[in-house]
């Protein structure tokens, strides 16, 4: 199985990235990129340094890293460069990315790159600019000064069409936009794929960045979709704590970071724990509301070390072990559904809407092991590594009955499956 899942990491190579899928997705990803040099880690360090080192040349003078870097590539894909435009803006770099960026998951992959293969030198070189993307995201992303960081659009998520996203995208009204052609359904089913009237809402919010030149004060005044992510502040929370222990391997003051690891830890479980429904809600801060959606984005707080042993009970035994929720029964036969299965519009197909993914399953596994449910865990690891072989390295699997889906050769599931196997 590692033989095979590097051979998906081999034939997705472009020399100096890694395609996340040959087809769907044939530029750089952000978040896919850092789990990519995680598995190539493992063969090949120095191409694992060049991927890491080549989504780093996509970062903006005012530090955002973006959540595509193209690296002049002419393809299919859309939205290609010629619509995001960003040359508008005067943080933009000399190559093309994408305009909005993505979780930041980096500093997490590099800290374990770094403690079993001993990297210090490349932990010099990357961390100023990992340092530049964290404080972007504190000082440029905080829009209510909580020390929480909000995202613009659904995208920063990585989980596009999450049925977190689904009442604020109904409130945009995307009159205006231009007709445009989507790239997304030429090489996967488009029951697979976001229905359209999402799809519109997401480009209709580019096209909006786009016309501010993406300005983030402006972009935080204006855009609908204003949201405090779960997943993304739990991630940012562990990056921050595993860029502290970066900072100190190479003796640099890391006290900035300690700042924003306190006001994080403060203003977490405030906003974001439901007592009533023991889950984590993500919050809209266009609106001021609660997003009531329970999804597996709900697990990520055990990854990032953030909730109680006593949280963390409630969210195993009411909802992971739960027969109506997430637990594995006759008709559900691997974890971990996106959705809960009791969702309305749960769709165990339909990409963010019910799917399982390998690299929820990935983060919500070390969860679990650091809060102590081994058996969970071990039970997690197992049926990831189970779906990877009954269906391949999909992008995403139908949790019924472990049919892959999405995109096919994908080169996350392969690089976590190293992961897990070495
Ligand atoms: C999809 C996923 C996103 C991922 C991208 C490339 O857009 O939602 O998380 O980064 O594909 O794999």
Redesign the pocket.
Known sequence: MIEAAKDVLRGNDMGDFTK??PN??PHQ????SALIALGLSFFDIPRALLEMRSLLNGQWLNGMLP?VVYHGHETDYFPNPGFWKIETSRYAPSIHTSGIT?PPLLAIILRKIHETFNIPDFVREAFPQLMSWHRWLHDDRDADNSGLVCIVHP?E?????SPRWLEILGGIDPSGLEAFARGDTHYVDVDERPYPHDYQRFIYLIDLFRRSAYDQGTIIADSPFLVQDVLFNAILYRADKDLQALGDVIGEDTSVIEGWIRRMEAGFNRRFWDDDAGLYYDFDVRHQRKIQISTGITFLPLFAGLTSPEQAERLIHEHYQHPKHYAVDNQVKYHLTSASKDLQGWDPRR??RGPVWI?LNWLVYHGLLDYGYTREAAGLCADSLALMSKSGFR?YYDPRDGTGCG?ER???SAALAIDWLS
């Open positions: 996340p899928g769907q997705y990803w952000n978040w896919d959540h993505q995208w998520s990585g989980t596009d069409d990409y963010w690299l992008e995109s994908f080169s996350w």
